[in-house]
């Protein structure tokens, strides 16, 4: 059978042949191409057959990792001629299917959280290590990945800005954590930092300097990392150097010619004063510092080497003579030639930090600008790429996403010079051509506008949500206010007349009125509701329409209280001013008023309306002595479906005063609640007056 399956499989056909049989049933079955018939496979393994298959590595991201997972035994079958990425993933993959079976073979008790620590330098180099620290640590259970950058307390090291923002948002893309501390010694830095935070790994590149210079920061590290696991990992960066800012062309070779010409002057004017030795030699020193100031490290040495040459042939005994009689004359010009290389490094290097840390401070304050006039900006994006335009002078930028423009900012016209912030989002600028200073900076501003633009894509969707939420919530209130609302005074109405109507009942004349007026207040009762809520939608949709004419306060307030269980005490000077309202929804909004104060006030007490005229407005007074309301929740009773203390909805749908101050405020005015003097509330309803 065996070699049955070996022949249909060398003919190329997709087949299923039992190996084995019992009662009939096959036990074992080989399956040719798994990425094809994976379906059938995983068929085959529910009813309890043992499959044999086989799969090429380029299939493997066809077939669900779940089936790819069911398998007890993986065999991979090493073929050299295959191209060398594919066989790298194929080791990959099964390397961490062996991690997983190990994994599962330990349990529970043996699992271990991982916290993998990836130390960034602000190189380039450091999206391949992020990349590296997180496979790393996708490979261990629930691991942690933490990028940390260590900043030299010295001020002395220059990361670039753009690279730390951008590896900033990769790590935390990749589900990390982004630190960063301050030290002298780096190595030291990250080792005290991994023990810190309990790390198990810690990923380096390999180190840019040269084997000359000094040990790596790697070495260092794994040094005195103890039980920390330390993966250095290479990359394109390493061994190239970091060095500074070099000078200019034009300096180096003002250096040079204050070679050429001054060590000849020098030497002519010191053989003309027939000065000693040490002057003359003090002399060549002083031109030798100066060189280092104007053309750097190489002119000087050149210049140390010249004077030393000069020196032993004009002005050391004997003369003309490259050699040197006195030993104490050969100790001075050795030290000569020491001293002006060590004040030539020294001046070289002290002139490179100033340059370097003038344009740290010119980087600075252009982001400081660029950052204040974004966060006082109401449109952060707009106001970021009008700044980049006007500090670099360029005519038009525009942020990209995706290759679509998102903003943009001045003439978007000529070529334009592209600054990648990350995969998906780019800078385009337009005019002159980028510095290459210009351009670090840009590199920076482009990361931080990837930033800004995926947090305001954010914010959007969140407000999007927000408003959802609370349009839900408000939906939610309705429908459970208006439910009872609704069915109480239509269980009445129906009530009522399905009692009249009955034939088997006859009823008395008083009885019959009495079941008309219960089903009339029913009606009344939803009427009314239904009036509210189409009140409501108007004012959040702002079509409600207003008939604004003079208005007698005091007949507006009688005709409202017409219908109030008890009696209403007015306080109403003589003379006041008609209020400009609508009759009708002034007449609403007092009901509500008075028919809320009534339920408030305790038996026997009396609800009170006052008014006076107060400049170019009239102000009602209603006014309760009733339990009520804190401070703290006197904003939450003008809200829709709220009733302050109501649990049960049974005393309307909470639409009073909601809509007394939205009617209030649609007619120009203003309803506000303050504390009854002796307890209680008492609500003021602001009007302007009628010229």
């Not at 191409?33 to 043992?50: F, M």
């Not at 079941?515 to 939608?537: F, G, Y």
Request: hydrophobic residues 45%.
């Amino acid at each position: 059978m065996l070699e049955e399956v070996g022949r249909r499989r060398s003919r190329g056909t997709d087949v299923a042949v039992g190996l084995d049989h019992v009662d009939g049933s096959p036990q074992v079955v080989a399956v040719d191409g798994l990425a094809r018939h994976w379906r059938e496979v995983e068929r085959l393994l529910d009813a309890g057959v043992t499959v044999l298959s086989t799969i090429d590595m380029r299939d493997v991201a066809s077939v669900p990792d779940a089936v790819l997972r069911r398998a007890e035994q993986i065999e991979l079958v090493d073929d050299e001629a295959v191209a060398p990425e594919l066989r790298e993933r194929a080791m990959l993959w099964l390397a961490d299917r062996v991690d997983e079976g190990l994994a599962a073979y330990r349990g529970p008790s043996w699992e271990v959280r991982e916290k993998v620590v990836v130390a960034l330098t602000g190189g380039p180099e450091g999206d391949t290590l992020i990349r590296r620290a997180s496979r790393i640590a996708a490979r261990g259970r629930g691991a942690d990945l933490l990028a940390v950058h260590v900043v030299r307390a010295d001020g002395l090291a220059e990361p670039d800005p753009a690279h730390l923002s951008r590896q900033r948002l990769l790590v935390e893309e990749l589900g990390g954590s982004y630190h960063q501390i301050v030290g002298d010694n780096v190595a030291a830095a990250l080792l005290d930092f991994a023990r810190g935070v309990n790390a198990t790994q810690l990923v380096l590149g390999a180190s840019r300097r040269g084997w000359l210079l000094s040990r790596g920061v790697g070495a260092a590290t794994i040094a005195g990392s103890g039980p920390i696991d330390v993966h250095l990992v290479t990359h394109e960066q390493a061994r190239r150097g970091r060095h500074g800012r070099g000078l200019t062309a034009r300096r180096r070779l003002s250096g040079l010619a204050l070679v050429v010409c001054g060590l000849p002057a020098l030497t002519a004017g010191l053989l003309w004063a027939d000065l000693s030795l040490p002057t003359d030699i003090l002399a060549f020193l002083v031109l030798t510092v100066a060189v280092a100031l104007v053309g750097g490290l190489a002119p000087a040495l050149l210049a140390a080497v010249a004077a030393f040459l000069l020196l032993n042939y004009f002005f050391t005994p004997p003369t003309h003579r490259l050699t040197v009689a006195d030993r104490e004359n050969l100790f001075a010009l050795s030290a000569f030639v020491l001293v002006a290389a060590a004040v030539a490094t020294v001046v070289d290097l002290a002139a490179r930090r100033t340059r370097e840390a003038a344009a740290a401070s010119a980087e600075a304050r252009t982001l400081s600008t660029l950052a204040g006039s974004v966060l006082h900006g109401d449109r952060p994006l707009l106001a970021l790429l009008e700044r980049v335009r006007e500090s670099f002078a360029l005519s038009g930028a525009a942020l990209l996403l995706d290759g679509r423009v998102v903003v943009s900012a001045g003439a978007l016209d000529g070529t334009p010079t592209p600054v990648v912030a990350d995969d998906q989002v780019a800078l385009q600028l337009y005019g002159h051509p980028l510095r290459p200073e210009d351009r670090r900076l840009i590199e920076a501003f482009a990361a931080h506008a990837a930033i800004a633009l995926r947090q305001e894509h954010l914010a959007a969707q969140a407000a999007e949500a927000a408003a959802l939420a609370e349009v839900d919530k408000l939906r939610t209130a309705l429908l459970s206010a208006v439910s009872h609302d609704l069915r109480t005074p239509l269980a009445a109405a129906k009530a009522a007349v399905g009692s009249l109507r009955s034939p088997d009942v006859s009823f008395s004349r008083s009885d019959r009125e009495e079941l008309l007026a219960t089903a009339e207040e029913s009606l009344d009762k939803l009427t009314r509701l239904v009036t509210n809520l189409l009140d409501m939608s108007r004012l959040q949709a702002g079509a409600l329409a207003l008939s604004l004419q003079p208005v007698d306060v005091l007949d507006a307030v009688t005709l409202a209280g017409a219908d109030l269980p008890g009696p209403v005490r007015l306080d109403v000077p003589d003379g006041l001013p008609p209020v400009s309202a609508d009759p009708a929804l002034l007449d609403r909004i007092l009901a509500n008023l008075l028919e809320n104060a009534f339920r408030h006030t305790p038996p026997g007490g009396e609800v009170t309306v006052t008014a006076l005229t107060v400049d170019s407005t009239v102000q009602l007074h209603v006014i309760d002595h009733g339990p009520g309301v804190p401070p703290e929740d006197r904003d939450r009773i003008f809200q829709p479906f709220q009733r302050l203390g109501d649990r049960d909805n049974t005393t309307g749908v909470g639409l009073g005063l909601a809509l007394s101050r939205g009617l209030a405020e649609a007619m120009g005015g203003t309803l506000t609640p303050h504390d009854t003097h002796g307890g209680g509330l008492t609500m003021t309803l602001t009007l302007h007056r009628t010229a």
